[in-house]
């Protein structure tokens, strides 16, 4: 079946310094979507991607869907506190009307104040 | 507008018990997936419910099953529970069409301990 590389699986950073995590597929995907999870709490979705080499924002985040459609990479500048947690990247391939997610393992992020 | 419930929040089984997990999506939205979260496997999905229809499977066991109402609300349900079960139960719910366009919002999830 499909399989998400997500990497690294964790980042100790100082806060201030940007973060960059990214996922490979053996597969295609035609969305890529990134998640953050606090513990005990479920996945807040952040960023969705649906088309090869989009670059989309939201706020201090930047992800990106690669040309080949198997990958995918999130960008958090200027690290805050807030922004502990674990990140997920997701991907999904639609052509036969899946709603199913494959999820990668996590990038567990800490940010020393 | 409100966002995914999942109720209860915790719970505590024991082996060969069984459970029901109780979901309730956004209003409007008539899908809902049922993810499992473990340490060592991660979010794996179980199944997605659309109208009240099982339309897509994962590979888990027969143990596991689900079911949608008429009003979008989904319950999932483990028989014959087993140590392994123990994990966290994310149900996420989203319009169901229009794919790929199509995101899922996830509850807070329901964990699970079988002892």
């Known amino acids: 079946g499909q399989q998400l590389n997500q990497s690294p699986q964790s980042m100790f950073i100082q806060e201030g310094e940007d973060v960059s995590m990214n996922c490979t597929s053996s597969?295609?995907?035609?969305?890529w979507l990134w998640y953050k999870q606090d513990p005990g709490e479920g996945p807040v979705l952040l960023i969705a991607?649906?088309?090869?080499?989009e670059l989309t924002s939201n706020g201090r985040l930047t992800a990106q869907f690669g040309i080949t459609r198997k990958d995918s990479f999130l960008n958090i500048s200027a690290s805050i506190p807030s922004d502990v947690g674990i990140y997920f990247c997701a991907g999904r391939y639609s052509g036969a009307g899946s709603y199913q997610l494959t999820f990668g393992k996590g990038t567990k992020l800490s940010v020393i104040p | 507008k409100a966002g995914v419930t999942q109720t209860p929040r915790y719970l505590i089984k024991t082996r060969g018990q069984q459970v029901t997990l109780s979901c309730s999506p956004i209003s409007g939205h008539r899908s809902v997936s049922w993810y499992q979260q473990t340490p060592g496997q991660g979010l794996q999905f179980l199944f997605e419910y659309f109208s009240e229809t099982q339309r897509n499977k994962g590979n888990f066991p027969g143990r596991f099953s689900g079911r949608q109402f008429s009003n979008s609300r989904s319950e999932m349900n483990v028989s014959t529970l087993e140590l392994g079960d123990s994990a966290l139960y994310l149900c996420?719910?989203?319009?169901?069409?229009?794919?790929?366009?199509?995101?899922?919002?996830f509850g807070p999830g329901t964990r699970l301990t079988v002892l």
């Open positions: 996420a719910s989203s319009w169901g069409e229009r794919p790929p366009w199509d995101e899922q919002f």
């Open positions: 597969s295609i995907f035609n969305t």
């Open positions: 991607l649906y088309k090869a080499g």
